[in-house]
Nanobody, 130 residues
Framework: QVQLVESGGGLVQAGGSLRLSCAAS????????MGWFRQAPGKEREFVAA????????NYADSVKGRFTISRDYAKNTGNLQMNNLKPEDTAVYYC???????????????????????WGQGTQVTVSS
């Protein structure tokens, strides 16, 4: 079992920045890859960013490349999403997710589909005003 709790959402003007955090517990932090997804009102949940178990590989949606940075802190068991140059279209509820795996050949894998994730946080609202 993995418990995930997001924080750091809020209201920001276009061009501003926010840093989301995802506090993880319940299972050794290095045994799962992590991802961030978002869901805007009336839209389906979409992939934002992912990071591998070992923190070396990352993957981003085209819409956030160059603006968002995913990272993970093994000392604090926390995943982070730094969001810069925010746009109104970034407004959504943001969710972190965990993909547990212990296979040795998955250390570098990232996962971009929500069905690949077994555990989810409750979400944090990000609102970007124009």
């Amino acid at each position: 079992q993995v418990q995930l709790v997001e924080s750091g959402g809020g209201l920001v003007q276009a061009g501003g920045s926010l840093r989301l955090s995802c506090a993880a517990s319940g299972r050794t932090f290095s045994t799962y890859a992590m991802g961030w997804f978002r869901q805007a009102p009336g839209k389906e949940r979409e992939f934002v960013a992912a990071i591998s178990r070992n923190g070396i590989n990352s993957n981003y949606a085209d819409s956030v490349k160059g603006r968002f940075t995913i990272s993970r802190d093994y000392a604090k068991n926390t995943g982070n999403l730094q969001m810069n140059n925010l746009k109104p279209e970034d407004t959504a509820v943001y969710y972190c997710a965990a993909h547990p795996t212990t296979y040795p050949n998955t250390y570098y894998n990232t996962y971009t589909r929500d069905r690949e994730y077994d555990y989810w946080g409750q979400g944090t609202q990000v609102t970007v005003s124009s």
